[in-house]
């Protein structure tokens, strides 16, 4: 008689557990669920803005190989260009080069940049990339691929990069970038910002918070 | 829209058939291939990156470069699927016509019922489905063999394991030792009508470059050609044979108990293991771009 009871009083609590459980729990949600419906609905924005440099254009920016050091090439793709650093046929570090017109969070984090490097703004992002920023648009990076090859060895390899060469291509404030068709996302808070509350087009307004040693 | 990749990627095998096969060769590239598998794991894997919010940053930005098509991504993803499916159709006729016959390595032997011309159709298309998928992915003209040769020398991980294993299963097995001089010969003397009617080349030819079949035929005998010397240097440099191929094969594929396992598993061998590894070489190369771009 006493179990029947508690069953009675128990069995509607655990039928209400388990529908309150069901009802919150993300249906299987992934937590890339957002981006990926964002980037396949129609007339979703390129990945690319079409005012980005094309990948070429930056294959001569980048350092040759020396010593026992050798530069290979891996990826070219618009805005975009990447280079491997091996040593020894292991790569160490992968070297890379991107157009930020168009990405502008990738440009924002440099905003509350307190170092320079070759006297551009500098930020280290994770624990394995250190990156610099050209005329607030072209973004240049060193990623560790080795634990043996440091911070040190990325700035320094950073500084071997044609900087100065890269400077000299056109800034993000001569360039009519039209994010006009990208959309902050709603709800989401990203660690981007607001492409709308930007002055000028293509150059991040507010800084945020990035993921930094 | 098809599968996102961030499940594709979460949903690569750990184990089984194709796994198996693939482990098999560690003895030809020791230690090179680990599988990798997981989106979130490959991102963290390849970046050495643990931060929650760096890894969904470079997430992010790898899903919408592999979902805007004009990347190319979605195309290598394309090529390495359907070669793959295609010239498994191929196998399973083959492996009807040797149902109940056979020792293994026999079998292995003859794998097809015409095994050179069909087996030396694959073994090109494979190739040069491996050429345009790599310039899809790394943003090269899809015509450039000399570009896909340097990158040749580089190769390592996953896309040299795939290599290894185009070597071995579509080469050596089929082929025997003189695969490559035999499959280019065939390759030659082919008409392109002959090719156009190739199941495995049919799958992929709408992005081999080639006005139509027999400029697609120049373009696979060009790339065969380019090709060889990288492929015999492999070869014997690794010491791969038929028989240690098959020898190591047998050890990671369990075949004795009975005839029809075996063929399941070879199926599975000829069907899987291009879009497997394909699968994880575009990730890398996507995780590397995002984790770059941000």
Excluded at chain 2, 80 to 97: H, I
Aim: net charge neutral.
């Amino acid at each position: 008689m006493i179990s029947t009871r508690w069953l009675r009083v128990l069995v509607p609590i655990a039928l209400g557990l388990v529908l309150f459980v069901t009802a919150c729990a993300p249906k299987s949600s992934s937590r890339y669920a957002d981006i990926q419906t964002e980037t396949t609905r129609r007339n979703a924005p390129a990945a690319v803005t079409k005012a980005a440099e094309s990948g070429g254009t930056f294959n001569k920016f980048f350092p040759g190989s020396t010593g026992t050091y050798e530069v290979v090439p891996a990826q070219e793709k618009k805005g975009f260009a990447e280079y491997k650093l091996n040593k020894d046929g292991k790569t160490v570090a992968m070297l890379a080069i991107n157009d930020t017109a168009g990405l502008p969070t990738a440009a924002a984090k440099f905003k509350s940049s307190t170092e320079t490097i070759a006297g551009y703004p500098s930020v280290e992002q994770g624990t394995t990339a250190t990156g610099i920023l050209i005329n607030d648009r072209y973004q240049v990076k060193v990623l560790s691929r080795d634990p043996a090859f440091t911070r040190d060895d990325r700035v320094d390899w950073l500084q071997k990069f044609d900087l100065r060469g890269l400077a000299k291509l056109e800034s993000a404030e001569s360039v009519v970038v039209a994010p006009a068709n990208r959309k902050a996302k709603s709800g989401k808070p990203t660690p981007a910002n607001s492409p709308e509350a930007s002055p000028i087009p293509g150059l991040p307004p507010i800084l945020s918070p990035q993921p930094a040693t | 829209m098809s599968k996102p990749i961030f499940k594709i990627v979460d949903e690569l095998p750990t184990g089984g058939l194709t796994v198996s096969a693939l482990r098999s060769l560690d003895f030809v590239i020791p230690g090179q291939w680990n599988n990798l598998v997981g989106f979130d794991n490959t991102i963290r894997t390849v970046t050495g990156e643990t931060d929650e919010a760096l890894v969904q940053q470079i997430g992010e930005r790898a899903i919408t470069l592999f979902n805007d098509k004009s990347e190319g991504y979605q195309r290598a993803l394309w090529l390495y699927e359907t070669v793959d499916s295609a010239s498994g159709l191929l196998g399973t006729a083959a492996l009807m016509n040797r149902v109940g016959q056979d020792t293994f390595l026999g079998f292995l032997k003859h794998l097809t019922p015409k095994p050179e011309r069909a087996q030396s159709i694959d073994l090109s298309v494979k190739l040069v489905t491996e050429i345009v998928a790599f310039c899809q992915i790394n943003g090269i003209p899809g015509d450039s063999i000399g570009d896909f040769l340097a990158a040749l020398k580089d190769y390592s991980g996953e896309s040299l394991m795939r290599m290894a294993a185009l070597v071995s299963f579509d080469g050596l097995i089929p082929l025997g030792a003189s695969f490559t001089d035999k499959a280019l010969s065939l390759v030659k003397g082919m008409s392109p009508s002959e090719l156009g009617g190739n199941q495995t080349f049919k799958g992929v030819k709408d992005l081999i470059p080639g006005q139509n079949d027999a400029g697609k035929l120049n373009f696979i005998t060009e790339s065969f050609e380019a090709t060889k010397r990288w492929m015999d240097g492999f070869v014997s440099s690794k010491g791969l044979t038929q028989s240690n191929v098959a020898d190591n094969l047998s050890k990671f594929i369990d075949f004795s108990e009975d005839k029809l396992d075996y063929l399941g598993a070879l199926l599975d061998v000829s069907v899987k293991y291009y879009r497997h590894t394909g699968v994880q070489t575009l990730t890398r190369r996507l995780v590397e771009r995002a984790v770059a771009e941000i």
